[in-house]
């Protein structure tokens, strides 16, 4: 499996956004980041639908 094609900027900021090792993050299936970016997307969804006090 090769790595995925995304810039070394992105693949920091998405290691450090999920909380994985960037290699980890580079050699993970594209199907599974997909599936964990819907998630980080949901939540950030649902943390902007919430009016701040």
């Known amino acids: 499996m090769k790595p995925l094609q ?3 900027e992105t693949a920091v900021k998405l290691a450090e956004k999920l909380g994985v090792p960037l290699e980890n993050l580079m050699h993970m299936p594209q199907h599974i980041l997909l599936q964990k970016i819907g998630e980080l997307a949901k939540e ?9 006090s």
Do not use: T
Not at 44 to 52: E, L, T, V, Y
């Open 6 to 8: 995304i810039s070394a």
């Open 44 to 52: 950030d969804a649902g943390s902007a639908d919430k009016p701040k």
